[in-house]
């Protein structure tokens, strides 16, 4: 707790100037991310599929004061979109301060129904992009001794049920960049990694069976959430728990009791609610001896 809440010398003014990409920056929390640097007078460049929604982020974080506004529309399910996205920056701004990786594919709030393939997509956009745009943006980022900031969850230190694709790339994340930061520290890299670990936010966005799903978790508000992750990032921190109580409280019990905190989280977790849901997308593992097994 000690470590993590170290010196607090944050100023606005840090960000002024900044050429910063934002990904996933069409709604939730990296849209407030683009609102927050644009209000610091930062340059912004925003990625996610929807044109028409990236149109109105631009025009607003123009409206707020940005240095310089720009989108860029596409799937990060293909690497290659992901490179290009850097090499945008590149072309535009001639360097690069500060790379935001935030974007998520879809995925359910359900049991594992055994859709191998969607593992593989959902690793692709949520894993292999940001270790792309971090090979392409290395060059720049040395050059103005910037940062990394990777946005992952507790569902990436502390798993739950119901999300085993998604937190199996959030794990991906960690064990990359964490690896990545070392050998940073090793070679004097001065680029500086901050993987956020992230707990419920209020964006909207959790489905109807993820919300009835949970019991008693008051999300936190995604303005706020996207402020501290870009605090922690140009503080340079190695992680931010976010909200601090919660996610510390959950980290410190998994060194000490993890089968106390997987009872816990568990008992959060109001799972009739998520059976009687919709079977998500693909084909659901039926039970064994259920109509349609083949038992
Ligand atoms: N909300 C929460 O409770 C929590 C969120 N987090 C993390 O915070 C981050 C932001 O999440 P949140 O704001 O909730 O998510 P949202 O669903 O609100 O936003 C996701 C963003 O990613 C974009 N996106 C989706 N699919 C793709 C794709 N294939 N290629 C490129 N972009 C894509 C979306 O835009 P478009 O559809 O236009 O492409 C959107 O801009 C994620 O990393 C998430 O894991 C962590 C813990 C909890
Ligand atoms: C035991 C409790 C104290 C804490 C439990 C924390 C639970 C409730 C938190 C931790 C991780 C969170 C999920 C997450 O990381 C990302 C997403 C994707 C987003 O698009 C929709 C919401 C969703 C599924 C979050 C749902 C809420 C989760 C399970």
């Keep these: 707790v000690y470590f993590y809440s170290a010196p607090e010398n944050f100023n606005e003014e840090m960000l002024r100037g900044k050429r910063v990409i934002v990904t996933g920056a069409s709604s939730g929390i990296g849209e407030q991310m683009a609102y927050h640097l644009a209000r610091m007078g930062a340059h912004v460049l925003v990625t996610a599929r929807t044109e028409a929604k990236l149109q109105k982020v631009v025009e607003r974080c123009r409206e707020l004061g940005a240095a310089s506004a720009r989108f860029v529309s596409g799937s990060m399910e293909d690497t290659a979109f992901a490179e290009e996205v850097v090499k945008e920056a590149e072309n535009t701004w001639g360097g690069l ?82 690896s990545l930061r070392h050998e940073f520290i090793i070679e004097n890299v001065n680029v500086s990694i901050t993987l956020c670990i992230l707990g419920y936010i209020d964006t909207g966005k959790l489905n109807a069976t993820g919300a009835r799903g949970l019991r008693r978790v008051a999300p936190s508000p995604k303005e706020e959430c996207a402020l501290e992750i870009i605090r922690s990032g140009a503080l340079r921190q190695h992680e931010l728990h976010y909200p601090p109580g919660i996610v510390n409280g959950m980290l410190l019990l998994r060194g000490l009791a993890p089968g106390f905190l997987d009872t816990l989280i568990r008992s959060n977790i109001v799972v009739e609610n998520v059976q009687r849901a919709p079977p998500p997308h693909g084909t659901r593992v039926p039970p064994a001896g259920s109509p349609g097994s083949g038992r």
């Design 97 to 178: 301060d500060m790379l935001i990786l935030n974007h998520i594919g879809h995925s359910y709030f359900n049991y594992f129904d055994g859709d191998v393939d969607h593992i593989r997509k959902l690793l692709e956009t949520n894993f292999l992009s940001y270790v792309a745009m971090t090979v392409t943006a290395l060059p720049m980022l040395k050059e103005s001794e910037g940062n990394i900031v990777v946005v992952s969850s507790v569902a990436g230190k502390a798993p739950g049920p119901f999300a085993a694709p998604y937190s199996a790339t959030k794990f991906a994340l960690d064990g990359f960049f964490s």
